[in-house]
């Protein structure tokens, strides 16, 4: 078992900057792949970035790409999410997800655990 708790979101102008933190305790931190995921009003969960068990390999959805950073520290059992240039559509709920397999997907249903979710809102 894996809890996951996310904290850093809040409301910034657009063009502003946010780190998301994801607290994590339980199991071995460094045994899960890890992801971030984002929900607007009405909308289905998108993903946003995965990163691998060590960090040495990231994914990002492609229209996040050079805005958004995914990085993690094992040693503090926390992943983050830089997020720069932010704009109004990027207006939602982020959540933490953990893989037990480190696959790197994209796909919400191959998450094993998830964290209650932190809001981003963007203001024009």
């Known amino acids: 078992q894996v809890q996951l708790v996310e904290s850093g979101g809040g409301l910034v102008q657009a063009g502003g900057s946010l780190r998301l933190s994801c607290a994590a305790s339980?199991?071995?931190?460094?045994?899960?792949?890890m992801g971030w995921f984002r929900q607007a009003p009405g909308k289905e969960r998108e993903f946003v970035a995965a990163i691998s068990r060590s960090g040495g390999s990231t994914y990002y959805a492609d229209a996040l790409k050079g805005r958004f950073t995914i990085s993690r520290d094992n040693a503090k059992n926390t992943l983050y999410l830089q997020m720069n240039r932010l704009k109004p559509e990027d207006t939602a709920v982020y959540y933490c997800?953990?893989?037990?397999?480190?696959?790197?997907?994209?796909?919400?249903?191959?998450?094993?655990?998830w964290g209650q979710g932190t809001q981003v809102t963007v203001s024009s």
């Open positions: 339980g199991r071995t931190f460094s045994h899960y792949a």
């Open positions: 997800a953990a893989d037990l397999y480190g696959t790197l997907t994209i796909r919400t249903m191959e998450y094993d655990y």
